[in-house]
C-alpha cells in the first residue's frame, strides 16, 4: 500500500481565505453603519454628526481610549468563552452566570487572603477560573449523558448564578459601610497593577489601565495555540464539525462537550475575577453590563476565532463607550447603538448574505472562463 500524501493548501490559497474571512466580518459592520446612517437620515439625524461623535467619544483622547479598552476586556473573555464552546458544536448562552459566580468567589477570597501579590493574584485568578468552570460543569454533563440542550441548561444556570450572587452579596458579604449592595474591598495585594506602575515611563499620571488588558490577549493566544495545535483542540474541532465522523474516528465526543463546556466556564469566570480585581476592587451587586451575552455577539462577528475576538471586542466596548458621544453630538437617541449591534449579529449570521458577493463574483469570472473557452481564446482563460 502506497503512503497517504497530505496536500497543503498553497500559500496563495491560505492568504485568500484568510483574507475573506477577514473581509465578512468587516463588510457586516460597514454595512451595519451604512444601514444605522441610513435610519438616522430617516428620523432628522444627521449620520456624520452621529459618527463623528461617537468615533470621538470611544478614541480621540486619553480618558476615552482607556474606558474603551476596559469595556473590551472582560468582552474578550466572554467572547472567547462563547467562541470555545461554539467550536465544539456548542452554545453557551451561560457566561454571564458563570462571569458573576466565579468573580464573587474570588471577591470573597480577594478579602480574606493576605498572602504577597505574586502570589494572591494568581490564586484569585485559578479560583474564579475554576468556579466558573464548575458553574458550566452541570450542564455540559447533562449534555453529554442525556441530550440535554446546553443553551437550556446553561441559561438557567445563568439565571440561578445571577439570582444566588445578589442574595449573597446583599445578605452575606455585604459591607456594612456601603450604601449600595457591595461586599467588602479586597486586599491591596489583590489588585492587578495598573500600566502606571508597570510602565511609569510611558503614562506621566495614573490610569485605570490594569494588566487585565495583557492577561486577555495572553489568554486569546493560549486558547488559538490549543484549538490549533494539540490534540484536544483537534477533539474539539472534530466534534464541532461531525462528532458522528469524530466518533468513528476515535474521538471521545462526550469527553470533549464536557471539557469545552468546563473550559468555556473558566473562560467566563476569568472575565468576572479580573474586573474585580482590576477595576471594581470589590463584588458590586449584578455589576456586569451584560459582557456574558454581548461575548455572544463578540464571538460571531470574530468567526470563532480567538484571535478575531480582541478586534470584535474593542469594536463592542467602543461602540459602548461612544454611544453616549452621539446622543451628545448630534441628539440621537443611544438606542441607535443597539441598532448597529443588532444588524451587525444579523448580518455576521446571515453568512450567506455576505458570502452571497463573493460566489456572484466567482459564477461571472466562470462564466467569462467558459466563454473564452468555447471561443476558442486561450489566453483569456490564462
Not at 479560583?127 to 460543569?137: E, N, Y
Not at 487585565?212 to 490577549?217: M, N, P, Q, R, Y
Not at 484549538?227 to 483542540?233: F, I, K, M, N, P
Not at 443597539?338 to 461571472?364: C, M, N, P, Q, T
Request: charged content about 10%; hydrophobic content about 55%; aromatic content about 8%.
Amino acid at each position: 500500500m502506497g503512503s497517504a500524501v497530505i496536500v497543503r493548501p498553497s500559500l496563495g490559497v491560505r492568504a485568500r481565505r484568510l483574507g475573506f474571512a477577514i473581509a465578512q466580518p468587516v463588510g457586516s459592520v460597514v454595512i451595519a453603519l451604512i444601514i444605522g446612517a441610513i435610519i438616522m437620515i430617516a428620523f432628522g439625524f444627521d449620520p456624520i454628526k452621529g459618527y463623528g461623535g461617537l468615533f470621538r467619544y470611544a478614541f480621540l483622547s486619553e480618558f476615552n481610549i482607556t474606558v474603551t479598552i476596559l469595556n473590551s476586556v472582560p468582552l474578550v473573555f466572554t467572547g472567547l468563552a462563547v467562541a470555545f464552546a461554539f467550536r465544539c458544536g456548542l452554545f453557551n448562552i451561560g457566561a454571564e452566570g458563570q462571569l458573576l459566580v466565579g468573580s464573587l468567589f474570588a471577591g470573597w477570597l480577594g478579602t480574606l487572603i493576605h498572602l504577597p501579590m505574586i502570589l494572591t493574584v494568581p490564586i484569585l485568578l485559578v479560583t474564579g477560573s475554576v468556579m466558573g468552570a464548575l458553574w458550566a460543569l452541570l450542564p455540559g454533563v447533562l449534555k453529554a449523558t442525556t441530550g440535554a440542550h446546553e443553551v437550556i441548561t446553561t441559561m438557567m444556570m445563568s439565571w440561578i448564578g445571577l439570582y444566588l450572587t445578589s442574595y449573597l452579596v446583599k445578605n452575606v458579604l455585604m459591607d456594612p459601610r456601603s450604601t449600595i449592595p457591595a461586599s467588602n474591598r479586597i486586599t491591596e495585594q489583590a489588585d492587578l497593577l495598573t500600566l502606571d506602575k508597570v510602565f511609569p515611563f510611558l503614562f506621566g499620571r495614573p490610569t485605570r489601565l490594569h494588566i487585565g488588558v495583557f492577561i486577555a490577549i495572553a489568554v486569546a493566544v493560549f486558547i488559538w495555540y490549543l484549538l490549533t495545535r494539540t490534540s484536544l483542540g483537534f477533539s474539539v474541532r472534530a466534534v464541532g464539525s461531525n462528532p458522528f465522523a469524530a466518533e468513528a474516528g476515535g474521538v471521545r465526543v462526550s469527553r470533549s462537550i464536557v471539557v469545552s463546556l468546563l473550559i468555556s466556564g473558566a473562560l467566563a469566570g476569568l472575565a468576572g475575577t479580573v474586573e474585580i480585581l482590576g477595576l471594581h476592587h470589590r463584588v458590586f451587586d449584578r455589576f456586569s453590563a451584560g459582557y456574558g451575552f454581548t461575548g455572544i455577539t463578540v464571538a460571531l462577528l470574530a468567526k470563532n476565532h480567538p484571535l478575531g475576538v480582541i478586534p470584535a471586542a474593542l469594536l463592542f466596548g467602543a461602540l459602548t463607550n461612544g454611544g453616549a458621544g452621539m446622543q451628545l453630538a448630534a441628539d440621537i437617541p443611544i438606542d441607535i447603538v443597539d441598532v448597529l449591534s443588532g444588524v451587525i449579529i444579523f448580518l455576521v449570521a446571515a453568512e450567506e448574505i455576505v458570502k452571497g458577493f463573493g460566489r456572484r463574483r466567482a459564477k461571472r469570472q466562470a462564466a467569462a472562463q467558459a466563454l473564452a473557452l468555447s471561443s476558442g481564446d486561450e489566453g483569456a482563460v490564462a
